[in-house]
């Protein structure tokens, strides 16, 4: 090594030794000619003396930056001049030699600056020297081995599924990769390991986890990558039960790097409690405000908006003292979620209701609304009415927007809460609104994915009744994250045949793009379940960072674009010639892949 | 969980506890109507027995890889019928209840016995249920273990990098990613993490691993798979011994796991002496027969073969015993390899020489030669003579030939070396010829990558004089095999310019590719270096595999076809259209990109 210490591990006890340190000039002082500098190295930054001597000359030309190596005397700093903020604060290093590893331009942005998120990217190598940045990575790597520690204890095999595989089924946009050797065909980066996990399942390997980078072509909206990374597991002879409890140990040690006992066992709430009470299938149970389920008490309204399927309420403490133009905002931003406005009735100190709705209550309601909705003098009760979907979405909207405006969550809770018993299967209109894209053409789509198990007792029904058909699926959600899923999964053939019908894939369909897992599933397919968690949003969360870009070394910004290496980038003509891009191969007269074919090149015939 | 035991835990101290196991049906033997079973599991295989009752007439109904579950009493076997090879045949367990999971369909190929290559793949999940190949997967996640273990010990930061990346300058082909939403560029996959290890060094990381994927897109020939793994590592502030320290480290603690001590410090040798002694710069040093120089010797000889630039000689223990055709199977042997033959001169016993090259040799070299290269009564000399590094070559590869043929390889050693001091630059046609692509279009093309610092004593003269110039670079061999190597890097722009340009890369061409980089050095980075493994071929040998296939758990087949899922395949008219594969960008009217879109298309102008 070129250095006998680390900087940051300089302690009093350490005084007269003759220590070398490397690492960057993170700031530099003169006070009458003598130079101090604050080095800093991964372990943290000690304080540096140039007092005389050669070394303290040449200190003269020392900038931000530049890369050091320093020989010196480890002195303990007089009374008074110690810093109490750093570890290596009772020290300073009377510098005898210098040497230069490297000299730094003038930096683009200052290390201990705002910079922006362009600006970050670009140099995302200076980025990563600050404290923040620096310390997300670092905690990504811990987080890793303590879900590894849990997973080792358990006896899983770590297993590497490929990355250049066919398309799967998760239903978003696959990254595509021409196949030079095979003109016009292509590889699809996969958007999970999930058909790999149960066919090492089938395999007889029984215990299966992967930190695996999974690829979805989708747009940049929100706080998407394009690939991004997942801790994916599975196992064979399990029920929900036993996914679950591994899960929580997991989580249980990755939460421990940062302080926090999780208190296991997490609790379970279903899907449809969810729904009625949070708005949501990811509840932040950090703060209360519940929905409040108002179809009966409004049973005998005449307000035209009040007859609808859905009737329900949150209360937002506090609300009734927000001006005018906040409550215009309040419209503005349910118009904004697609709502025609938001329904309000503010309670006076006195208990009287005013707002345009209260007008339209009758006595009766107008006398027991408070009691009913929980609202106490001074709040203001919002409404959602209309199909039922939508209204519990816009009032779960409405109480995560009231519990940030009233500041009512503690940042240090961790609330964390298994969702379970989802619907397995939704109608294809409802997906396709909410944004996902629909597998086949019919009235139904899954929920969770097309390989999920009915439960038990919708064994017999799912595909005569899909709409109230129960998932053997859980997700777990933490301060209304949702932060992982999985499910027990189909192993038998004439299942999985059934629920591909449910969901209008063609015999024909399912066999061109799974008849190897059918085919699989004929020998002897286990049990099994699993769970993926997304670990960029879980390191994110521990790392106390809102996006997912700062636990990602080299992230993408908008549009895909990586504004370090400026990737993508054009290829050249011979890259493309090679590649066999261009190839279109010829009609087979079958499947959707010999149609398009034909439909994309207008000179085949 | 659906058991309660695994089924390879059982022995005779669980005598008559009530078991529930899992599993599959490895045989089934049917004595005098009581059926016995091997019921495997991932822990191993048990004994179970249906003797009488509803489980024993269901039991009849048993078939190869049937999944059951049985639930019985764990007995004594009866003396006489313990089964000693396996860890369970102490016992058997009496079933009482067996319930069948799922049933198999008749096998492709029976699990113990041979099966072609291309079945294995395309069933896969059946083939990983066997021991051998089960075996090889499972040690493979222990031996991702062992190298973290050592790494988190050092306090190593794991990494991710992006997959999605600009082209990487290995000079391999890339595989391409079209970019949806920037129709015309494109991604490539990373032909190692090099650059983005080396930015992380200058990030301030300073000790970096992570168990990355690779992706090159060469031809299938050989044992290469288009996606590999490598045990990716760098270090700031280091030297090569540091880094080679570390990874003996890692190296002793994997090979534990096989129950071998690596002895260390493992010898190091110079690429010189390599070429000299072993005609390879990754000598199997499990056995002698070295090159001998016979230049000298033959300084004075009339026999125009061997006035030639080099002349040398390796000894075949035994080899005048072999018959005529044997030694015509030499020549096929040396023509495939691109030589005209393999001159030979055999020993008698009684001392005299005989064979075609025998006549022209002068008495004085006749009665030298037998001590001058070692060759005792009975053996065989080889010649190669012609150019230093072919003729080395040949030499080389008929040491490993006489190896295999005279069985002097011991089956259980363990031969590690560390090939240091290689030259930094090769002549580019040398190195076009042996199959590498050469990176720009100069004389000289780097040994191993355009990275790799000079040794310090090359620093001021490498460019100068590029034929002399060695790169502080290390590659680790095992028993012949390149299993890891890696190089201490430059870091200072002004080096990193200057290798360029010995290799023939413009300044422009440098800022288009590695611009990035450059600008990177500019700003203190630090002096680093690293190592990769081949992660592959390490677990390959550990497993006592001769093929990478045997220890990737979906691997390809020639041709780059995955039989199992049938990737790649043609993809949809939607997907093309979507994807932007179609879209040629504008010429820029600069850099290889710009013009190269022009070339590609005859329609642009």
Same mark, same amino acid.
């Given at each position: 090594m070129l250095r006998t210490h680390l900087a940051g591990s300089l302690r009093a006890e350490h005084a007269d030794q003759t220590v070398t340190l490397t690492g960057w000039v993170a700031r530099r002082r003169d006070h009458g000619g003598v130079i101090f500098i604050d080095l800093r190295d991964a372990s943290g930054v000690a304080q540096v003396v140039f007092r005389e001597g050669a070394a303290a000359e040449q200190a003269h030309r020392l900038r931000a930056e530049y890369c050091v190596k320093v020989t010196g005397t480890v002195e303990v700093r007089p009374e008074g001049n110690q810093n109490f903020e750093i570890p290596t604060g009772a020290i300073e290093v009377n510098v005898t030699a210098l040497e230069v590893l490297n000299e730094s331009a003038p930096l683009p942005f200052q290390l201990d600056d705002n910079a922006g998120e362009e600006a970050r990217l670009k140099y995302r190598y200076l980025d990563l020297r600050r404290e923040g940045p620096g310390h997300a990575i670092r905690l990504r790597s811990k987080v890793n081995a303590a879900a590894r520690e849990v997973l080792a204890h358990h006896e899983f095999v770590e297993v590497e599924t490929p990355t250049l595989t066919r398309s799967t089924p998760e239903g978003a946009r696959d990254f595509l990769v021409p196949a030079r050797l095979q003109p016009g065909s292509f590889y699809a980066l996969p958007q999970s390991p999930q058909l790999f996990k149960q066919l090492l399942m089938v395999g007889g390997i029984e215990r299966y986890y992967q930190i695996a980078r999974c690829y979805r072509d989708e747009d940049f909206r929100a706080d998407r990558q394009p690939e991004f990374t997942q801790l994916d597991i599975e196992m064979s002879f399990v029920n929900q039960d036993d996914v679950i409890l591994l899960? $929580?140990?997991?989580?249980?040690n990755v939460w421990k790097l940062i302080g926090h006992e999780i208190t296991t066992p997490i609790a379970r709430m279903t899907y449809a409690e969810a729904m009625r009470r949070y708005g949501s299938d990811k509840p932040d149970l950090r703060f209360g405000v519940e929905l409040v389920e108002c179809k009966e008490f409004f049973k005998d309204t005449t307000f035209r908006v009040f007859q609808a399927e859905y009737v329900g309420a949150v209360v937002m403490p506090g609300g009734a003292a927000q001006p005018r133009r906040e409550l215009d905002r309040w419209q503005d931003w349910a118009k904004q979620r697609g709502a025609p406005g938001l329904a309000y009735v503010l309670v006076g100190e006195d208990g009287t209701l005013t707002g345009p709705v209260a007008k339209n209550l009758t006595d009766t309601e107008r006398a027991g609304l408070a009691a009913h909705v929980g609202a106490k003098p001074g709040d203001c009760i919002f409404f959602g009415a209309g199909a039922t979907k939508s209204s519990r979405a816009l009032l779960g909207a409405a109480r995560g927007e009231i519990a940030r405006k009233q500041d009512l969550i503690d940042p240090n809770e961790w609330a964390f809460v298994w969702v379970v018993d989802a619907p397995m299967f939704e109608p294809t209109a409802d997906a396709t609104a909410s944004g996902d894209v629909a597998l086949g053409y019919s009235a139904w789509t899954a929920v969770h994915h097309a390989f999920t198990s009915p439960k038990p007792e919708s064994m017999g029904t799912f595909d005569t009744d899909p709409g109230e058909a129960l998932a053997y699926a859980y997700d777990i959600v933490c301060?209304?994250? $949702?932060? @992982? #899923?999985?499910?027990?999964?189909? %192993?038998?053939?004439?299942?999985?045949?059934?629920?591909?019908k449910v969901m209008g894939i063609s015999h024909e369909e399912a066999e061109e793009k799974f008849g190897f897992l059918l085919d699989a599933f004929a020998? #002897?397919?286990?049990? %099994? #379940?699993?769970?993926?968690?997304?670990?960029?949003?879980?390191t994110a969360l521990l790392a106390g960072m809102d996006s997912i870009r700062e636990v990602i070394a080299f992230?993408?910004?908008?549009?895909?674009?990586?504004?370090?290496?400026?990737?993508?980038?054009?290829?050249?003509?011979?890259?493309?010639? $090679?590649?066999?891009?261009?190839?279109?191969? $010829?009609?087979?007269?079958? @499947?959707?892949?010999?149609?398009? #074919?034909?439909?994309?090149?207008?000179?085949?015939?």
């Open positions: 899960a $929580e140990e997991i989580l249980t301060n209304g994250n $949702e932060i @992982g #899923g999985g499910s027990i999964r189909i %192993h038998r053939k004439d299942i999985q045949e059934r629920v591909f020998f #002897g397919a286990p049990p %099994h #379940g699993g769970i993926a968690f997304g670990w960029d949003r879980i992230p993408k910004s908008g549009g895909g674009v990586d504004p370090l290496t400026d990737a993508p980038a054009p290829i050249t003509a011979q890259q493309r010639k $090679e590649s066999g891009i261009d190839a279109k191969p $010829e009609p087979k007269g079958d @499947g959707p892949a010999a149609s398009a #074919g034909g439909a994309a090149d207008p000179s085949a015939s």
